[in-house]
T-cell receptor, first 114, second 113 residues
Framework: AQSVAQPEDQVNVAEGNPLTVKCTYS??????LFWYVQYPNRGLQFLLK??????LVKGSYGFEAEFNKSQTSFHLKKPSALVSDSALYFC????????????FGKGTSLLVTP | DTGVSQDPRHKITKRGQNVTFRCDPI?????LYWYRQTLGQGPEFLTY????????KSRLLSDRFSAERPKGSFSTLEIQRTEQGDSAMYLC???????????FGQGTRLTVV
């Protein structure tokens, strides 16, 4: 079985400060990990993914994420938050040993204040 | 190609009626997924197609739900005898490879009254 946990329902950060949105996963095989963002009344947009290789992956809009196998985590980060980053963020995992589904966490609401 | 498109965007139906949604994936993508999302939750996997073959169905997919992808291009999701609990956003996504990211449509919002 595979699962994803996003322990924070909401993260608040001031504009210009670094942000972190946490994600931990549980899989039986090697994970494929993804981050998506959802703005109000818009579809899910892909941000970045980890398949293999460097543990630090860079994605769209200045976001990056660090894969940590020992801690089974894939936290999303950005060095300097923008007000426009305020949105709902979803972590997702696929484990081909468990099937084809991309399993999503419950989501974390990010609020960046001016 | 402008991405994954879903039709209709909104659907209001009376309990007990049947509804059908359509998804047109990105043209070169042979993998297609259906998800359901309710308020405050992440998308929940419903079913997966590779070309025209339906390779995986979630246990969430009751026998009132059926999905097809007859020619390996567009897909339809039908819900028979709708219930109020079926009210949700139904999302379609497509991808090129199993390790590739999935691109999502804007969804069909179903309201059962």
């Amino acid at each position: 079985a595979q699962s994803v946990a996003q322990p924070e329902d909401q993260v608040n950060v001031a504009e210009g400060n670094p942000l972190t949105v946490k994600c931990t996963y549980s899989v039986s095989g090697n994970p494929y990990l993804f981050w998506y963002v959802q703005y109000p009344n818009r579809g899910l947009q892909f941000l970045l993914k980890y398949i293999t290789g460097d543990n630090l992956v860079k994605g769209s809009y200045g976001f990056e994420a660090e894969f940590n196998k020992s801690q089974t985590s894939f936290h999303l980060k950005k060095p300097s938050a923008l007000v426009s980053d305020s949105a709902l963020y979803f972590c997702a995992v696929r484990d081909l040993n468990s099937g084809y589904a991309l399993n999503f966490g419950k989501g974390t609401s990010l609020l960046v204040t001016p | 190609d402008t991405g994954v498109s879903q039709d209709p965007r909104h659907k209001i139906t009376k309990r007990g009626q049947n509804v059908t949604f359509r998804c047109d994936p990105i043209s070169e993508h042979n993998r297609l997924y259906w998800y359901r999302q309710t308020l405050g939750q992440g998308p929940e996997f419903l079913t997966y197609f590779q070309n025209e073959a339906q390779l995986e169905k979630s246990r969430l997919l009751s026998d009132r739900f059926s999905a097809e992808r007859p020619k390996g291009s567009f897909s339809t999701l039908e819900i028979q005898r709708t219930e109020q609990g079926d009210s949700a956003m139904y999302l379609c996504a497509s991808s090129l490879e199993s390790f590739a990211e999935a691109f999502f449509g804007q969804g069909t919002r179903l309201t059962v009254v």
